[in-house]
């Protein structure tokens, strides 16, 4: 594990999880999992796969002083600006051009850093695997065992069983698919979800973003060779798309470890053991209501089901199966140009 | 109409509209029916019988400053401190005989501040004819038709059935009943709701009350003749219990009005016209849903049928069949000691 570098990916902005989630106050700094930001809780687990010179950060110039306030342990340079959101093909361009820069064996995990994970140790084991194959030269995913029929993710395809916690080839990267084809998915044992982490040397994965995208790839290099305004001609392309559909030698370790995407407030109500301002609830006949408001009184009487979210100067009451529709709310704010609220 | 005197009750302090309304600011300091507290409206409404010099307001000394403030048209003489909440009996008493000191053959007609009329020249046509009544002796009664059979207010039972918006004597006073009985009430057409707005001679009922609730007779007595204490001598009882339901010659006045006591936040969500912040709402999919939180921005998705109520400090959640449960939450956070959310 001595060439072993982790790039951590805090460029998101999501919208999920309004009214706490902002434009300058996304997902990764919330403390949606327990007492820590998750931005927080992913360096700590990572913390036991490299030491703090390998640990790296992408973001926006936007999140940095925030970033170094909740990591003080990330080093001066390893925190990476990318100029603009432009997903994460080009995100992870450039962390691993930056890295391969700093060493030319460098292997690469790269993490999202607005995920939970309730089992570190296994999550540890998995990347140590993970990492084993990818010195080898594979391009390597975590692919996280299915435990319901989820349509939200994208899943890969397995081309045998995965058994236990080793490595398999990846057939087929599958975009999110229908019900009825996720329950066969679940089914059958041959597919996993992509939970967007991946390990690899940045040198095998530069090659093959050459063949795959290499406007991207040109792009970045021209941005860290100095050149302004070259960053814009990256394309707006996720990885999977860019770079692993096509990629030839993918391979797969199943990941065990109570792994969740915290996609929504659902999800949150879910995740969390116990709200920590109980003192400051009183849920009345209202079974399964979950509430997210700090310290403020919450009374709720005979509403079953609904999740409560407060963030002072906007709240939200939404029912716990209709949660991922948060992203309506936010849109209608932008048409009525509020601004102050996204 | 000359010698026609409002009482306006504004002691009340009810808990039904938590989280708004509290201690020091009951019901009658709420704008829950329209853009004025419900006291300034009840002002306004009265205003049409009789001149600011014959307008009094009974209440606690604790809300004197308030009344002040919301009511500059009355007069400094005409707010009547009650030393202490005891029910509305020793009130009326206190107002009747403060008011036949300055004119000893007035009229006097009791009118709670926390309830709406929403046709406010039919609600001035009963008073009129109940002053008529009233003037030839007997304790008259505004009478509401009842259009539903509401288990929530006491009954007025008539001698005979009351056509028109002519008066009728009372047979009977009833407390609030079961709903089988209240169905057979309305259907019956022999029975009003008791709305606790009288209309008689001041003398008339200090003499009826000299009778039927000689202690409290008493005790307001002393109490205006100066003596400390003596006011904490008056019985607590209501009204009706001291007076009304043993009194003779008690005749009723039909009142067809639009009157509504605004019992719960579910009243008061079906009486709004509409939401004065309807820009600081989103609501999706959420039928029969109303929110009280001001400019606050409120999105309410997928959960049909609850009342939002956010006061800053402390929000409700409740399902709008549910509201008479909300004393249930002001209880237990007097369990918990929270004075200051009370």
Redesign the interface.
């Known amino acids: 594990m001595d060439r072993f570098h982790v790039v951590l990916l805090a460029g998101g902005s999501g919208t999920r999880f309004?009214?706490h989630s902002r434009h300058d106050n996304p997902k990764q700094f919330l403390a949606l999992g327990g007492k820590d930001p998750l931005l927080v809780s992913t360096w700590k687990r990572v913390r036991r796969l490299a030491p703090e010179t390998r640990i790296w950060v992408v973001a926006p110039d936007s999140h940095k002083a925030r970033i170094r306030k909740l990591l003080p342990g990330l080093k001066r340079g390893n925190l990476i600006v990318e100029p603009s959101g432009r997903d994460t093909a080009p995100a992870i361009a450039l962390a691993c051009a930056t890295v391969q820069a700093r060493d030319a064996t460098a292997v690469v995990g790269v993490f999202p850093t607005d995920h939970v994970i309730g089992d570190v140790p296994k999550f540890t084991a998995a990347v140590h695997r993970a990492v084993d194959v990818a010195q080898q030269g594979s391009l390597v995913c975590l692919g996280i065992r299915p435990d319901r029929a989820a349509t939200g993710f994208g899943y890969l395809k397995c081309a045998t069983v995965p058994q236990g916690g080793g490595a398999t080839v990846v057939a087929k990267f599958v975009e999110k698919p229908d019900p009825a084809r996720a329950r066969r998915f679940v089914k059958s044992g041959r597919y996993l979800w992509n939970g967007g982490m991946f390990v690899w040397r940045a040198a095998r994965f530069l090659e093959e973003m050459d063949r795959t995208a290499p406007r991207i790839r040109r792009a970045v290099a021209a941005h860290l060779a100095g050149e302004r305004g070259a960053w814009e001609r990256a394309t707006r392309l996720s990885v999977d798309y860019a770079v692993m559909e096509q990629a030839t030698d993918v391979q797969v370790v199943p990941l065990d470890a109570g792994w969740d995407d915290l996609g929504s407030w659902d999800a949150a109500g879910r995740l969390r053991s116990k709200d920590p301002h109980a003192?400051s609830r009183?849920l009345?006949?209202s079974e399964g209501s979950v509430v997210f408001?700090g310290e403020?009184?919450?009374?709720?009487?005979?509403?079953p089901g609904?999740a409560?979210v407060?963030s002072g100067?906007?709240?939200?009451?939404?029912?716990r199966?209709?949660?991922e529709?948060?992203k309506?709310?936010v849109e209608?704010?932008k048409k009525?140009r509020?601004k102050d609220?996204l």
Chains 1, 2 share one sequence.
């Open positions: 309004w009214p003192r009183i009345l006949d408001a403020k009184m919450v009374a709720v009487v005979g509403v609904v409560v407060d100067d906007a709240l939200l009451v939404v029912s199966a209709r949660t529709q948060v309506l709310v209608t704010l009525r509020r609220l």
